[in-house]
């Protein structure tokens, strides 16, 4: 068994005098640090650093890294997040020398085969969007919805039209009405129908000379592709707005259905969730976004473009060859949005992703994901019900409030449940449109035998007494935090008793 003590914080570990290092005797005459630094840098203290001896210090964190979950480790079924198993051959190719010793200061001269490989991204990302232009540069989806949001606005500033509403539906992603609250938009809300599928009698009712865009996603958060997607593009054309897809579900569609086809005006991409990159724990993320040609003037500068020139090469004198820029001269631009030309790291390996698949094969990862996620809805739809039907796309919503009412076991104790079985929990409350909501999303890279453990310990679980879930998780450091009093009462400070 774990000691208990590898979980306590490094200051509860700390004893005056240990060290994990010691400094050679200084070989230089010495003078006081008062001398050397302006008094106005120097703090009135050291820091209240802990002291720990070099083992202490490897052993907290190997322990601690033990503890978390992952895709390398675990099922992580995280609805509408896709957590799918990342290739490591992708890794390799974004470690190579030439791709991670390169500075963006550099001349472009010295930088043609990164341009190379971001310009045929761009081409990629373009054609599976079934869109005219891309911006590589915004950092995570978020980042993307809000430059996307700022390229609308800069369209309709030029074009002498003053538009205020974004709409969204009830059952969007929180980043939505975020970005549109970021980029200056009042939002409002468009209902759903049980089904899941959008109200358009409600959408109708929206669509005034004020409405700049309606952003949604497709297939939506229940895990449904919008039947009458092309009736509600139209009809928000009609009245002079755009068609932003909220691209976190493109896993459900790749080589199947292209977002321009339908009537998108401007997409994002979440390129560690529909291609291969690192996901979560607040690192390094891309969002590029996706417009038809009248919007592109205004995308982020640079973008990478390519010309045909005389080759530099002596030996080739007299041929012509492709050579890569970063364009700046784009006057109608809404500037940068990021430093340089984006997460480039994140960006091979979305490249990377793309061609070892192909247009067949990126096809086949939508059909697996939608195959899986079919499976195991089939297998838990007779104790936890499923209330926008029996098919799905990439994910489903289902509902414990069945069980909620009868048991008194809720959606939260059957995550946290999950948990004591090595499974990372499904995404609960979300959306609020459905009641005791579980989203579940299993991917495409995950075996029938994964699956079938999934469901038969989630099966498991719904027969257990009511108690034993209400104190799970048994078997992990910590229980159930107050997660309330964490929010309204963050420690900032530590303790001056550490």
Same mark, same amino acid.
């Given at each position: 068994?774990?000691?208990?003590?590898?979980?306590? /914080? %490094?200051? *509860?570990?700390? $004893?005056?005098g240990?060290?994990?290092?010691? =400094?050679? @005797? &200084?070989?230089?005459?010495?003078?006081?640090?008062?001398?050397?630094?302006?008094?106005?840098?120097?703090?009135?203290?050291?820091?209240?650093?802990?002291?720990?001896?070099?083992?202490?210090?490897?052993?907290?964190?190997?322990?601690?890294?033990?503890l978390?979950?992952?895709?390398?480790?675990?099922?992580?079924?995280?609805?509408?997040?896709?957590?799918?198993?990342?290739?490591?051959?992708?890794?390799?190719?974004?470690?190579?020398?030439?791709?991670?010793?390169?500075?963006?200061?550099?001349?472009?001269?010295?930088?043609?085969?990164?341009?190379? /490989? %971001?310009? *045929?991204l761009? $081409?990629?990302?373009?054609?599976?969007?079934? =869109?005219? @232009? &891309?911006?590589?540069?915004?950092?995570?989806?978020?980042?993307?919805?809000?430059?996307?949001?700022w390229?609308?606005?800069?369209?309709?500033?030029?074009?002498?039209?003053?538009?205020?509403?974004v709409?969204?539906?009830?059952?969007?992603?929180?980043?939505?009405?975020?970005?549109?609250?970021m980029?200056?938009?009042?939002?409002?809300?468009?209902?759903?129908?049980?089904?899941?599928t959008l109200?358009i009698?409600?959408?109708?009712r929206?669509?005034d000379?004020?409405?700049?865009?309606?952003?949604?996603?497709?297939?939506?958060?229940?895990?449904?592709?919008?039947?009458?997607?092309? $009736?509600?593009?139209?009809?928000?054309?009609?009245?002079?707005?755009?068609?932003?897809?909220?691209?976190?579900?493109?896993?459900?569609?790749?080589?199947?259905?292209?977002?321009?086809?339908?009537?998108?005006?401007?997409?994002?991409?979440?390129?560690?969730?529909?291609?291969?990159?690192?996901?979560?724990?607040?690192?390094?993320?891309a969002?590029?976004?996706?417009?038809?040609?009248?919007?592109?003037?205004?995308?982020?500068?640079?973008?990478?473009?390519?010309t045909?020139?005389?080759?530099?090469d002596?030996?080739?004198?007299?041929?012509?060859?492709?050579?890569?820029?970063?364009?700046?001269?784009?006057?109608?631009?809404?500037?940068?949005?990021r430093?340089?030309?984006?997460?480039?790291?994140?960006?091979?390996?979305?490249?990377?992703?793309?061609?070892?698949?192909?247009?067949?094969g990126?096809?086949?990862?939508?059909?697996?994901?939608?195959?899986?996620a079919?499976?195991?809805?089939?297998?838990?739809?007779?104790?936890?019900?499923?209330?926008?039907?029996?098919?799905?796309?990439?994910?489903?919503?289902?509902?414990?409030?069945?069980?909620?009412?009868?048991?008194?076991?809720?959606?939260?104790?059957?995550?946290?449940?999950?948990?004591?079985?090595?499974?990372?929990?499904?995404?609960?409350?979300?959306?609020?449109t459905?009641?005791?909501?579980?989203?579940?999303?299993?991917?495409?890279?995950?075996?029938?035998?994964?699956?079938?453990?999934?469901?038969?310990?989630?099966?498991?679980?719904?027969?257990?007494?009511?108690?034993?879930?209400?104190?799970?998780?048994?078997t992990?450091?910590?229980?159930?935090?107050?997660?309330?009093?964490?929010?309204?009462?963050?420690?900032?400070?530590?303790?001056?008793?550490?």
């Amino acid at each position: 068994m774990r000691n208990t003590r590898d979980t306590n /914080l %490094l200051f *509860e570990l700390s $004893e005056t005098g240990r060290r994990a290092h010691r =400094l050679p @005797a &200084c070989d230089v005459p010495e003078r006081p640090v008062g001398e050397l630094v302006p008094a106005s840098a120097l703090a009135a203290a050291p820091p209240a650093l802990p002291e720990l001896s070099e083992p202490q210090v490897v052993r907290h964190f190997a322990n601690l890294s033990q503890l978390n979950m992952s895709v390398d480790t675990h099922f992580y079924p995280l609805g509408s997040c896709t957590m799918k198993y990342n290739p490591k051959r992708n890794e390799r190719v974004a470690a190579m020398p030439g791709f991670s010793d390169l500075h963006p200061y550099q001349s472009e001269g010295t930088l043609q085969g990164m341009l190379q /490989l %971001l310009y *045929e991204l761009q $081409e990629y990302l373009q054609e599976i969007s079934g =869109l005219d @232009a &891309c911006s590589l540069q915004p950092s995570a989806g978020a980042h993307g919805e809000l430059t996307a949001l700022w390229v609308a606005a800069t369209y309709f500033r030029d074009r002498g039209e003053k538009r205020t509403k974004v709409l969204v539906p009830d059952n969007a992603h929180g980043t939505n009405p975020a970005s549109a609250a970021m980029a200056g938009f009042t939002t409002v809300t468009v209902k759903t129908l049980p089904s899941g599928t959008l109200d358009i009698d409600d959408l109708r009712r929206h669509l005034d000379n004020q409405i700049a865009v309606f952003m949604i996603t497709n297939p939506n958060t229940v895990g449904i592709f919008e039947p009458r997607i092309r $009736e509600i593009a139209d009809a928000v054309h009609q009245a002079g707005g755009l068609v932003y897809l909220d691209g976190a579900n493109m896993n459900a569609i790749l080589g199947i259905a292209r977002p321009g086809d339908f009537g998108a005006d401007m997409q994002h991409y979440n390129p560690h969730k529909t291609f291969s990159g690192p996901h979560g724990g607040g690192g390094p993320g891309a969002g590029p976004i996706c417009v038809t040609e009248k919007l592109a003037p205004y995308l982020p500068a640079p973008v990478v473009i390519k010309t045909t020139e005389p080759s530099p090469d002596p030996s080739l004198q007299g041929r012509e060859t492709d050579r890569y820029h970063l364009d700046y001269d784009r006057p109608k631009s809404i500037g940068r949005v990021r430093a340089f030309f984006g997460n480039v790291g994140v960006l091979v390996r979305a490249y990377c992703y793309i061609r070892t698949h192909g247009p067949d094969g990126l096809r086949r990862v939508s059909e697996n994901a939608v195959l899986n996620a079919n499976y195991l809805l089939s297998r838990v739809k007779h104790c936890l019900p499923v209330p926008q039907g029996d098919r799905c796309m990439h994910e489903f919503v289902a509902s414990a409030a069945k069980v909620k009412t009868e048991k008194g076991i809720s959606a939260m104790d059957l995550a946290k449940r999950l948990l004591d079985f090595g499974f990372h929990a499904p995404t609960v409350y979300f959306p609020l449109t459905v009641k005791e909501s579980i989203m579940v999303e299993p991917t495409e890279t995950e075996s029938k035998e994964t699956l079938d453990a999934f469901a038969d310990t989630l099966i498991r679980i719904m027969e257990e007494d009511a108690d034993l879930l209400h104190d799970a998780p048994h078997t992990t450091p910590i229980s159930r935090p107050d997660e309330v009093r964490a929010a309204r009462q963050p420690m900032l400070v530590w303790p001056e008793t550490y």
